[in-house]
Structure formats: C-alpha cells, structure tokens
C-alpha cells in the first residue's frame, strides 16, 4: 500500500499537481465494499459458491454505478469514534480536511522524516541499521530489502523479449512517425541487443510447474480431479446430505447434485450374485400376462421384459433383474413393463394332427388408446399408438427356462437347413403352455384388487393378436377352435369406448 500511494502522488504530479488525491482509496476499503455487497446481495444466504461469485460481483458493480450517479440513495456508515489510527483507511473522501492535492506533498522530504523516525525507534531497543549503506548496493531498495526480485513479479521469461528477437532482424524503420519524441533516435532502437536480454532473462529464470486445472489425487498421477469440483465439494457446507432425502436445491437452481444417485444400479446385483437364473425375471427375459382389449375382451399376452421398477419409493428404484417369487407376490410394489410378442399358430408335426405351437414372428403388438373412438386407419394419427404395456406385480406371471424352446424356421417347417446358412432362431410355445398360463393368471383375478389391475386398451393396430388358431383334422375332418381369450373375465373397460374392429384370427 505504501508503494502504491508513492506511485499515486508521483503520477498525479505528473499529470496535475493540482489533483487531489485520497489516500483512503487506495487501501482495500473499496474491495471490502464491493463484498460487502456480494453478501448483502444473498440475504439471508451471504455465503457463496464459487460459481456464484461472478453474478453477485457483477450486481454489486452495478450497485456501485447506481450510487455514483444518485448518491442521496445510498446509505453510509457513521464512524462515531476514531481512536485507532489503523482504521484511517475505512474513511471515505468526506472524512478528509486540509490539502489533498498532489503538490503540496514532497516525496524526498517524507521519506527523510520516515527514515529519521525509523532509525530513532529502531536505537531505542539497540537495533542500529543503516539505511543508506544498504541500499547504496546494486539491487537492494526500500522493496527488496534483501536482494533478489522484486516481490509480485513474475518468474516467468519476459515474451515481449522473444517477439523483439524475431523482429530485430527485419527490415528497418520505414519513416519516423511525427510524435515520436526528439530524444528518442532510431538507431539506439536498432542497437538493442535483443538476443543477449533474451539470454540473460533465461539464465536468471527458475524453472517452475505450469499451471493445470487438474490436482493429483494419487501420488502416481493417475487420478485426478478437477480443482473446480474440488471447490465446490470443500465448500459447500451440504455436501453430505444425500438429496435423496432432502430437498436439494442445488439439483432444482444449479442443475447439478450435492450426492446420491437417483439412477443406481447396485440394488439389480444383489439378486443376480446369491440367485439362480431360474428364480430371476430379467430385462429381455419373458413373462405372461392378461390384457384387456376392445373395451371387453380379455386375453392371455406374452411378453419381453423392457423395464422393471419397484414403485411408491421415492425416488422410483429401477432394477435390471427381481426375483420371480416376489413379483406376484399380494403387498407387491412391483411393475414390469413389456412388449407383447406377436405369435402365430404352427403344426409341427407337418400332418396336420391337430397338435399346434406358437411362434414368434419377431414382431410386437400395438393398441389404441382406450379413449379414442372408432376412426379410419388414414384419420387415426400414430401417436395412438401403444407399443409398451405396464402391468402390475400381481398380473406377472414369468417364465423359467424350461418353458422357453427356441427353434428355427427349417425346423418348424420340418424343412432341410441349407448347409452354408445359418438360420436365425425364434420362440416357439406349446399350446399346452399357454392353456396352463391362462388358468394360473385367472386364478389371480378371482380377487377384485387384482382384477382391476388388468391394462385396458382400444383395438389393435399392428401386429397379431390375439392367440386364436381355428384347425381342421385332416383324417376326421373336423374343425376346432383354439382360443386363449377370456370373455367371462370382467375387464375394468371404460364404458365411453366404442369399438368396431375385431382381431385377426388364424386357420390352419
């Protein structure tokens, strides 16, 4: 601060002796000021985050222009004592009395006076120091009592120095400019050794690490952290509350959380490590299920697995995998989202016996909403469509492995495989499966709880459904129908629907 008020009154009486200057701003009492405000800015929140520092400075800047050009508006701190004299420099221009300019004041003179008063106290408790020996060496002042560099400058080499290499050896002046300086004459300027200050400038320079963003966390450098993360973990006084419990809201302002993970994972491998793949339904994996379509009819699904969530938990937990005997289990908190597989009758046998599997056709179902009323194809826009269904715990039935045959379209066909192809394979269920599917799901919605339960949708719009096949023996020659639809079921339909188109119904 001293150095800063010599260079004020020095550079003030070059420009006009007649200013006045005010030593109480040139101390921090301006900085603190400015603080000040950031903190007055938050209320009852003064404290800040780093990233938070720019706008409150920026408010307080404009704070500052405010009261410069309406001054009646601000409201000023009255110092009622001054007793201690370190305090002068929180006094504000008013404060002052007497002549402030920069003439009245003579540097050599105060510098004298300090260093008669500074030899006095120092003799008064056996220190003798002789100022002007000290400084009469070369490279000790009043700011580098001790030699050295002068405190607050870089050690960093000068850059200014390599651009005057590269350019001292270019073409010369073209023309003197007319308001440079008689005194100043080009040669001198051609005469600078700029290669040898260079040199002098890299001999003097301590080698020091560069600057990085990044902070070491292990000693080998592998881990690293940003040291803007690190801040704003370090300061903020909630960074061990877990906003999975709390009202966090630094994820609502900030976009970003104080801890916690609302997408967790772990919970789906705990099953997976201490349960076998039987007693697991997994994403992808298959389960059975009744859907309500039509407005009334009810049908047995077969689905794939695309989510599995537990709800009222907050917040929602999802899992990749849940044990088969807790998802149906009465205080179920389980629901499982699917794709309804299209499936379509097959006789394996090839001699028409009667006997029919079901296989998949690597397609899925899609209804209408249950809302939406009768309309043609070409009116009905896409986004009535519904691909997903979401069904409660109770109405899951999964599937284990041993209900599960996957076989190729050679051997359904009962046809050769060609021997440089490899065919794809599909699932394939025997109508007994789903006879004994059907009757467990019914079974569960006896109860009234579970039965409103049933997903309700309007009619189908893509892909085939639902699960019914009409066969002809060919050796008696009957016909017989096979359905696993469910019409003595009640389906919680809405009773504004009005449904006109009818499922697809296969023969064989």
Known sequence: ???????????????????????CLLGDDVLEMLFGRSRMIGGHSPNHAVDELRQRICSALRMDKIFQKYPHLERHARRLRLVRARDVDHLSPRNWKGDLTAGSCNIHECYTAGVAHAKAVLAKYGCDIDFAARFSKEGFDLMRPNGGKYPGLSKEVDRSLGDALDSAGTEPLASADANVNDSLVPADILAYNAELALASEKAAHTESNGHSLWIDLTEDGRKKAHKKTILRTLMDPTFDINDNKSHDRLLRVRYYSIGGDSWDRTASTVYSKSTSEDHLLKIQGLFASLVCFNGSKTSLAILQCTGIKIVNTHPITYLEAAPSAEISLPDTRYEITGQILSLVP??????????????????????DSAKAKQASAAELPSRMRHLSVTVDGRLVLPLKSSDLKQSTLEEILNIPRPADKESEKTWVFFNEQLEVFGRILCERVTEDAVRMKIPVYGAVKDGRYLYEATIQDATTQTVEKVSHCFNFIVAPAPKDCHYQAEPRCFSL
Do not use: C, T
Not at 5 to 22: E, R
Not at 346 to 367: H, L, M, P, T
């Open 1 to 23: 601060m001293v150095k800063n008020m010599i260079f004020k009154i020095a550079h003030s009486k070059v420009l006009n002796p007649m200013l006045k200057v005010f030593l």
């Open 346 to 367: 097959i006789d394996e046998s090839n001699n028409f016996s009667g006997r029919i599997s079901w296989a998949w056709i690597a397609q899925y179902v899609a209804f």
